[in-house]
């Protein structure tokens, strides 16, 4: 039975002093991925001589906002409203693999899905499950999720859980 949440606070979507903490802790991994990342590019011969610095920022905009909502409902999803009603009944560290083993199963229906990147969604939804466990707000696990999805994706040009960015740096 899940439970009717009075407040986004109860949820999960705690918001104070520690908000910009967790707004650091979830840009500077996901910036060393976006530079390591580069320097193996650049190492192994990229070329970078056609490539073209133009951005068409409303459109880098529009896909901030959906990639940030969808980021959003998946961990109000994930960790806030299943993940705090069955923590009443189990173990949190069952309840964390379980959900992200429901999480990965769930973007494994994405074309063109891998098992490695199902495996890598399993990895993403431990991390972003001990990342509610260990400061009870949901905040962190939602900035590193939007933050990586939309690197990798739009930066870098990768897929996103088997889906083809339709456009990248």
Not at 18 to 41: D, M
Request: glycine share 6%; no cysteine.
């Amino acid at each position: 039975r899940l439970r009717t949440y009075g407040s986004w606070y109860s949820l999960g979507i705690r918001l104070g002093v520690e908000t910009k903490n967790y707004l650091a802790i979830a840009i500077v991994p996901t910036g060393l991925f976006f530079a390591v990342y580069v320097i193996f590019a650049v190492g192994f011969g990229a070329d970078f001589a056609n490539y073209s610095l133009y951005i068409d920022f409303s459109s880098y905009l529009l896909s901030m906002w959906f990639v940030f909502v969808a980021a959003t409902i998946e961990e109000l999803l994930f960790r806030g409203i299943i993940f705090q009603a069955l923590i009443e009944r189990f173990n949190q560290y069952f309840i964390t693999f379980a959900m992200a083993l429901a999480f990965s199963l769930l973007h494994s229906f994405n074309p063109n899905v891998s098992y490695l990147a199902a495996f890598n969604i399993l990895l993403a939804g431990l991390l972003f499950g001990l990342m509610y466990i260990q400061t009870k707000s949901l905040i962190l696990p939602i900035m590193f999720h939007f933050f990586w999805n939309f690197i990798t994706s739009r930066f870098l040009g990768m897929r996103l859980s088997g889906l083809a960015p339709t456009e990248s740096l």
